[in-house]
Structures are given as structure tokens and as C-alpha cells.
């Protein structure tokens, strides 16, 4: 057990070289900014091209959009796009043509700044799942990642709360909190759950210990983001903003959490996060952030108190 958990922290203390390598853009202060293109295809034609266009092949008219315009012009329109879209048999309108410049570097620096710390590795994941990370032990060894579709679904403003929110992370250590919960329960099923009662292992009691451990660690985690959130609101001043974007990013979840039961289920899942409408109404009731003395315990209150009147 010693050894796998020794194992486990350097994989913790290293978390941000892992993420970094297995990101598709690394960005910098000399490779600040990534390109949004979004092309709105009719149902006939998107099908049509689908049949004959290969993955890499719509891979390559990226690259040929990019080398022959974005990295010439710094813009596109459909004039220039037409030169590379009629090559393939797409005929550019204007209408369904949008596009956008992002610089990431200055959007992460900014929150950054906010917290008094170095800016951490930044990677972006070509993805349009939205959606934002970070990981490693401590800010100073840290890295952010974020995708594409965060990007593309969410405001600059929006962007830098969603960021706030993983620097909140970084700020309370809480990938090491997590390394050391988990370690401390993985010693004590083998060091003194397991010599006491050994006929638990392998037995569905030992099932029904696990699954209850896991709930009360995944509950405590959720101590945790919700402080990640209080920590955003503080910083970046503007808990509403943050609020908004939670509300696009999980939009479907939302549907399904006007259920009550579904809103139990939510708080009891194996997911660190507290259900959105929670986070949601948390923030938009939180109207001076700043006059905040402890957040994290001002965050297990708030997550007790979600929990109960959900039950």
C-alpha cells in the first residue's frame, strides 16, 4: 500500500506535465491566441460531404484555412475562405461563416494577476465539449487547461470566471487535499479495517463500504468546488458573471435537476461537483463576496445546508 500510494504522489506532483502531453496547443506569452472558426453547414450538405470527406481530410482544410489565411491576414471572410472551401466542393455564405481571436495567454494572465500568482502552463484540448481544468500540487507547478468549446460557448468575461474558479483550485491546494483524503482511506482499509475484519474483504459488505466511502469522499470534494467558486466570486468580483456561465456550460443538467429526486441523486453521485442549480442560485444570492472571512468554511454551511433541503 505504501509503495502504490508513493506511486500515486508522483503522478499528483507531476499532474501537470501528464495534462500538458496529452494537450493539443500549448500557449504562450510569445503563442498568446487561438482561432475560432465555425462554419454552419445545411443538413443536406453536411451529410453530402461527410460521405466523402475523410477525418483527415477535414483535418487538412483546417491546416489549409490557417497556413493560407489566418496566418497571413490575422482574419477571414468568405472571400478568402472561398479560395480554400471551393477546392472541396463548399461554397462559402456569409450567413453561416463566424469567427473569432482569442487570447488565452492574456485571459489567463489577468486571473493570474487577481491572485497574485506566476501564470501556470497553459494547454487547450480541440474539443467542444465546454469545459476547464486544473491540476498540480501547488500554483507554482500548476497548469490550466481549457477547450475549445468553452471558447467558443462563453463570453471573455464569462472565460475568466470559469478560470477564476480553477485557480481557486490551485489556490486551496485542493489536488493534494484530494491525494491525501483518498491516501488516508486507502490506509485505513488495509492497516485497520481489513486485520479487524477480514471476512469483509471480497464479501458484499466490503461493496457496501466502498460505495459509502466514496459518497462521503465525492461529498467532501464538493466542500471544495463550491469553495472554488466562492473563491472566484471574491477575486474576480463578479459572482453573477460566474453564475451566467455555469448556466451555458450545463444547461442540459439543469433540465434534469428541476426533478427533486434528481436533485438527490445529484448530491449523493460520484461527481466532486455540487449540483449546478445549487451553484447557480449561490452565486447570483451572493451580493457582497468580499465581506467572505473563510471560504472553505463558509462552503461546507452552504453545501450542509443545499443538501438538506434537497432531502
Not at 120 to 131: A, D, L
Not at 298 to 310: C, E, T, Y
Request: net charge positive; hydrophobic share 45%; charged share 20%.
Amino acid at each position: 500500500p505504501i509503495v502504490l500510494i508513493s506511486v500515486q504522489f508522483v503522478f499528483v506532483f507531476y499532474s501537470a506535465n501528464f495534462i500538458a502531453r496529452t494537450a493539443d496547443w500549448h500557449i504562450t506569452k510569445a503563442n498568446p491566441s487561438i482561432h475560432l472558426l465555425k462554419y454552419n453547414l445545411p443538413i443536406k450538405e453536411h451529410d453530402d460531404l461527410k460521405q466523402t470527406l475523410t477525418q483527415d481530410q477535414v483535418l487538412a482544410i483546417k491546416k489549409q484555412v490557417y497556413d493560407e489565411i489566418l496566418a497571413k491576414r490575422g482574419e477571414i471572410n468568405c472571400d478568402a475562405a472561398q479560395k480554400v472551401f471551393g477546392k472541396h466542393g463548399i461554397t462559402c455564405q456569409p450567413e453561416n461563416l463566424s469567427a473569432k481571436k482569442v487570447n488565452v495567454y492574456e485571459l489567463v494572465k489577468k486571473v493570474a494577476d487577481k491572485f497574485g500568482f506566476p501564470v501556470p502552463k497553459i494547454v487547450v484540448s480541440n474539443t467542444m465539449v465546454p469545459n476547464a481544468a486544473a491540476a498540480g500540487p501547488t500554483p507554482n507547478r500548476g497548469v490550466v487547461l481549457i477547450t475549445t468549446g468553452l471558447l467558443v460557448q462563453l463570453e471573455e468575461e464569462e472565460v475568466i470566471s470559469v478560470l477564476g474558479h480553477e485557480f481557486g483550485h490551485l489556490k486551496g491546494r485542493d489536488p493534494l487535499l484530494l491525494y491525501g483524503l483518498t491516501s488516508a482511506e486507502f490506509l485505513f482499509r488495509f492497516y485497520v479495517l481489513f486485520p479487524l475484519f477480514p471476512f469483509i474483504f471480497g464479501s458484499f459488505l466490503f461493496f457496501i463500504y466502498f460505495w459509502a466511502v466514496m459518497v462521503v469522499i465525492f461529498f467532501i470534494a464538493k466542500f471544495f468546488e463550491a469553495r472554488a467558486d466562492l473563491t472566484s466570486a471574491i477575486k474576480m468580483g463578479k459572482p453573477e458573471v460566474l453564475a451566467g456561465a455555469l448556466e451555458k456550460i450545463g444547461f442540459q443538467r439543469l433540465l434534469y435537476e428541476r426533478a427533486p429526486s434528481f436533485r438527490v441523486q445529484e448530491w449523493l453521485g460520484l461527481d466532486p461537483h455540487p449540483p449546478i442549480y445549487f451553484r447557480v442560485n449561490r452565486l447570483e444570492k451572493l451580493k457582497a463576496p468580499e465581506k467572505v472571512k473563510h471560504p472553505l468554511i463558509q462552503s461546507i454551511k452552504d453545501v450542509l445546508s443545499g443538501f438538506r433541503d434537497a432531502i
